[in-house]
């Protein structure tokens, strides 16, 4: 099943060159500091004495999966095919939809678009019991972690885009503290496991620096 | 204007109270399992197990901690899309 998910080709990941910063980037920066408690998250992504590797994955993928809904459900007003034509993640990065599956070719589409198509996907995959076993007992595939590499490569671009175009909005609805939290910890899990390739995550190694240097 | 799709509205304050109990429970969650598996081991060690014995144990908390948390994903699946 790996020519489904896995493919060298980077087709939908279309990185710009020579365009400079925006100033919005200090804004990222600036409120970069602010996270939810003080306790060892870094700590909490390690996979536990004695547990599989493939169920300690599953279930962080479903819990991101679930706060990163939530999360955009909070901005779909201010998200739309107007204020977003495009799925960008600042301007040196824009993405094009495919899924290897029903969508072969990538399609240029609005973030909203993009973004339905994304969450959509993903939750077919958590849905499909070959994928994402929930019965005891019941192996998870061969390929199940180049699958979750899928899942959370396209999952950070929705936090790529929601830091990228709407942190104001995120600021306005005083939840900066919480997307920060929720995606430091996504970051930590990555990383953890080395999940999504470096240069996915380019549209945001700022701040990944920034979030993940106090406490490195 | 929104394209139709699957996705859902949220207000933020579920969301800031989503997240606010999610991350307690991970740190929570983290620390207890920590704490029964040092419990086990202490236990095991007041009885003095044979060392066959006592990796049967382990392997038995493993396995009970593993299906806890296929669980747990089989709820969180099924209440979000319940309300979906
Ligand atoms: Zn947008």
């Not at chain 1, 007003?77 to 070719?105: I, L, N, R």
Request: with cysteine; net charge positive.
């Amino acid at each position: 099943m790996s020519f489904l998910f896995g493919g060298r080709s980077n087709k939908t990941f279309k990185p710009k060159k020579n365009i400079p910063e925006g100033t919005h980037q200090y804004d990222l920066m600036k409120h970069a500091a602010v996270t939810l408690g003080s306790g060892n998250l870094r700590q909490a992504v390690m996979l536990p004495e004695g547990e599989d590797l493939n169920e300690w994955v599953a279930v962080n993928t479903v819990d991101f999966f679930n706060q990163i809904n939530m999360l955009y459900g909070t901005i779909t007003e201010f998200c739309t095919e107007e204020s977003c034509p495009v799925m960008s993640a600042g301007p040196k990065y824009e993405y094009h939809w495919a899924d290897g599956q029903t969508v072969k070719k990538p399609i240029k589409c609005s973030a909203p678009k993009y973004i339905d198509y994304l969450m959509s996907w993903v939750q077919d995959q958590l849905d499909d019991e070959n994928l994402f076993p929930s019965k005891i007992g019941v192996p998870f595939p061969k390929n199940f972690l180049s699958i979750a590499k899928t899942i959370l490569k396209r999952l950070f671009r929705v936090y790529a885009h929601i830091y990228h175009q709407h942190f104001k909005e995120v600021v306005q609805l005083s939840e900066e503290a919480h997307l920060n939290t929720s995606f430091k910890h996504f970051i930590y899990f990555v990383q953890e496991f080395n999940l999504i390739e470096r240069r996915e995550l380019a549209p945001l190694q700022e701040l990944i620096d920034k979030l993940t240097s106090k406490d490195r | 204007l929104r394209p139709e799709g699957r996705l859902k509205n949220y207000s933020p304050q579920a969301f800031k109270f989503y997240m606010e109990q999610h991350v307690e429970n991970v740190l929570k969650a983290c620390k207890e399992r920590v704490t029964r598996r040092f419990q086990l081991e202490r236990e095991m060690n007041k009885v003095g197990l044979s060392e066959d014995a006592q990796q049967q144990m382990r392997r038995m908390l493993n396995q009970k901690e593993s299906n806890y948390i296929r669980l747990r994903r089989a709820k969180m699946r099924r209440d979000m899309f319940e309300t979906i």
